[in-house]
């Protein structure tokens, strides 16, 4: 089965804070994706990278980074936290025209 | 623009009531259509992929349809505990996938 791990199931941070979020997957996906899910707004599309040290903007990048030093680890950088992304963060990777799977989320307050 | 609608935004039927969830979309260049159940605070889980119109997956009460322009996911006779959110996402010629806002099913025993 693939497995999809993020870092962290709840986190808790202070405006301003610099926050990594973590995801590894172990099958080998060339895609990773990190998307953050808001209700009545669905999952929205951070960054995505398709190869180790390449990235690609999302439809809402602004206040994030994105690091893949290795092919299975994807991680989300908030450069200064703000109360506007408190949110459910999901990471998922993929390999072609195949399904995405998904880590179990991380629920992020910032206070 | 890619998008995906899905309707209805929350559904309520009894156990055993049968019904349908509609996933429209634009996307230019479908390279596959995706549907999910997710769980409340927990990551979407796969449930079927379609590539090409006219096609159609079943799993347990389950059945996912795509023509050009839509795909439905048809519930026969469900059970509480298939109360969750159902999510579409279509995969565009990027590698990206754009998901539609869910359907929110309560089954109610």
């Known amino acids: 089965d693939v497995k999809v791990t993020q870092s962290s199931r709840y986190l808790v941070k202070r405006t301003g804070e610099k926050v990594f979020l973590e995801c590894v997957q172990d099958m080998d996906h060339e895609n990773m994706f990190w998307y953050r899910q808001d209700p009545g707004l669905g999952l929205r599309l951070i960054y995505f990278s398709y190869d180790v040290k390449m990235k690609e903007k999302g439809d809402i990048p602004e206040g994030y980074s994105v690091s893949r030093e290795k092919k299975e680890r994807f991680s989300l950088i908030l450069e200064s936290a703000s109360t506007n992304q408190t949110s459910m963060y999901l990471c998922?990777?993929?390999?072609?025209?195949?399904?995405?799977?998904f880590g179990q989320g991380t629920r992020l307050t910032v206070v | 623009e890619d998008q995906v609608t899905q309707s209805p935004e929350a559904l309520r039927l009894q156990e055993g009531e049968s019904s349908s969830l509609n996933c429209s979309y634009t996307?230019?260049?479908?390279?596959?259509l995706f549907w999910y159940r997710q769980d409340p605070g927990k990551g979407p889980e796969f449930l079927f992929t379609l590539y090409s119109a006219g096609e159609e997956k079943e799993k347990e009460r389950l059945k996912a349809t795509l023509t050009k322009k839509e795909s439905f996911l048809h519930i026969t006779a469900p059970k509480p505990e298939d109360s969750a959110t159902y999510l579409c996402?279509?995969?565009?010629?990027?590698?990206?996938?754009?998901f539609g806002t869910g359907t929110s099913l309560t089954v109610i025993p």
């Open positions: 998922a990777s993929s390999f072609g025209r195949y399904e995405a799977f």
């Open positions: 996307v230019s260049g479908l390279r596959g």
């Open positions: 996402a279509v995969q565009a010629a990027g590698n990206q996938f754009y």
